[in-house]
């Protein structure tokens, strides 16, 4: 199938062509033709799919006839909601790609930056928004984004956008939509809280499936490492000496580990970066962009940092900590190997962490490649380590006075 099947018009089947698209990916073929007909759909697919311009090609294309501005100007008719800064300003230059051959006009919109810019493109006019929940409702409150003429709303990941606590702010946002619009739902995985959202404000949805939930590409060679925890650090500067080339992510768990990390690999002479979400928007995006340019050749994120940033080219993905729920192993290495490329999937697994890797193989359905042969190994009977505090009881017990206070008290005897 190529794109001209899609019933797509010729500029934006020139902007795809040039933006190096020949034929649509699986998630498009099926989407596609169900958004040009109104329907409203859930959509369970992986990143990297293409699910992007699964939704941004049809709103383009049903916008298209009525692109040029009426005499009040432009009105919002396209709401795209994102739970996180970068995946919001993915999705915007793919809707500039798209629309290259078109009058229609995006902007984005999400915290963490000046709010004054962004209403000054929001005062001009636009045809299609794309917001984080909370800077969305900040706008409106402000009466600088007005949603009464919103055709279509988009969800996109929303089962990361349930796990951030956003699902009051997205049914606020549903609500202040108009009754009649077309609802369109992307997750990942469709949990039941995910169920429960689209339940509560989908009518009568397509059900599409790309891939099983818990598809790891083939393409991804997965290798785990049993190390005590202490030296995870030095294995992992071992690997990186001497197996680990080219751009590479690292996932650690919290934002301390991911500073602690980075600076260990600077001292080393190595060029890395990282993302989390103490860092401002700015700070990220900069260091995103010095990622895809080259100028450094590590970035180390937390999982809600890194989500839906599309990389191309990505060698490897080691998990310096294993993530305790095995969907978010899925999306770390689906970062690699994508568009028929291959990669590699470095693990990191101390004693405390072996029940994960048991999940994680049970979603998957593969066994995962443990490597013995390096200088760190954990010793098979190792327990996993319970830090126990030195203390002892409370100083004060209950019910006891000191000396002190014994003496001062003035008996009424």
Known sequence: MSFKDLKLNRPLLRAVAEAGYDNPTLVQEKTIPLILGKRDIIVSAQTGTGKTAAFA????????DRQDAPKKGKQVKALIISPTRELASQIEENFKTYSTYTNLRTAVVFGGIS???QKEVLKKGIDILIATPGRLLDLH???FVNLDYVETLVLDEADLMLDMGFIDDVKKIERLCTKEKQVLLFSATIPYKVEQLANSILTNPERIEVAQNSSTSKNVNQLLYFVPKKSKIELCLHLLRNTIK?????FRRTKYGVDKLEKTLLNNGYKADSIHG???????QDALDRFKKGDVNILIATDVAARGIDINNLDAVVNFDLPNIPETYVHRIGRTARAGNTGMAYSLCSADEKTYVQTIQQLIQLQLDVIDQHPYPLDPKAKPIVHKSKKTGSKHKKGRKSEASKKKKKRWY
């Open 57 to 64: 090609l049809p709103i383009l294309q049903s916008l298209f």
């Open 115 to 117: 709010i004054e810019p």
């Open 141 to 143: 409150k402000q009466d």
């Open 246 to 250: 080219g751009n590479i992510i690292i």
């Open 278 to 284: 103490d860092k401002s928007q700015t700070a990220r």
